[in-house]
């Protein structure tokens, strides 16, 4: 007898599902029951216990900090976006108003060092671009197979790769530079195989992993349109 009315109180003994759907079919419930709620307590980790009313009070307060911090955030984002859109209008400008390919080429170094950097260089892969002899442009050059063990070590099946380079790594991207601390590295086209834009700095810890790469991005796919103007593509 006594097992049975075991079974007959477990049975009838609320878990935490049954009382969640009880509320949801009863909305009404703790208006009806309003004195009631009143005089609830729940466990507080600090305070002990706290009314129920509280403790949806500070939920709310919580809720409400939090969905403040997000809106600080995307205006945060929104203006950051609109700081690199005008720089890369700006800098669009400036490029596209070179009249020879040097001087757009020249035009992107000087942009680089206003920047604080030590220097922007373009290498193109000669196999996707018509720039060899008699071409004024062969220095640009770049043999995918020599920058190939680079990309797998560096960018695996990345597009940018942000930090240091080798010795050896240097002298394919960079062979005439000095004193490079660290670089990004960013595979040029839609495709990432027409060739690399190098940004060099003599710090370091100017380029490291983990960083932003939306301005790299954006002119990895800008400067093919514009290198088109004095270089055919094959």
Do not use: C
Request: negative net charge.
């Amino acid at each position: 007898m006594k097992n049975a009315e075991e079974q007959q109180e477990a049975v009838l003994e609320l878990d935490d599902r049954m009382v969640a759907e009880y509320l949801l079919r009863h909305p009404d419930f703790f208006i009806r029951n309003a004195q009631h709620v009143e005089q609830m307590q729940v466990p507080h980790p600090v305070r002990g216990t706290v009314s129920l009313v509280e403790w949806h009070m500070a939920r709310s307060r919580n809720h409400i900090n939090f969905l403040e911090e997000n809106m600080t955030l995307l205006m945060e984002q929104a203006s950051a976006n609109e700081g690199l859109f005008y720089r890369l209008l700006k800098l669009q400008g400036r490029l596209a108003s070179a009249t020879s390919l040097q001087e757009m080429l020249n035009r992107l170094h000087r942009w680089a060092r206003e920047t604080g950097l030590a220097g922007a260089n373009v290498r193109l892969f000669a196999d996707r671009w018509r720039i060899g002899a008699p071409s004024d442009f062969t220095h640009l050059a770049l043999n995918r197979q020599a920058f190939e063990s680079l990309r797998i070590q560096r960018l695996g099946d990345r597009q940018h790769y942000l930090g240091p380079l080798n010795g050896p790594e240097l002298l394919v991207v960079l062979p005439q530079a000095k004193a490079i601390g660290s670089v990004a590295v960013s595979l040029m086209g839609s495709d990432a195989d027409l060739g690399v834009l190098v940004f060099s700095s003599r710090d370091p810890q100017h380029y490291q992993e983990g960083q932003g790469t939306q301005l790299l991005h954006e002119l990895a796919l800008m400067l093919p349109d514009l290198l088109e103007r004095w270089v055919e593509r094959v």
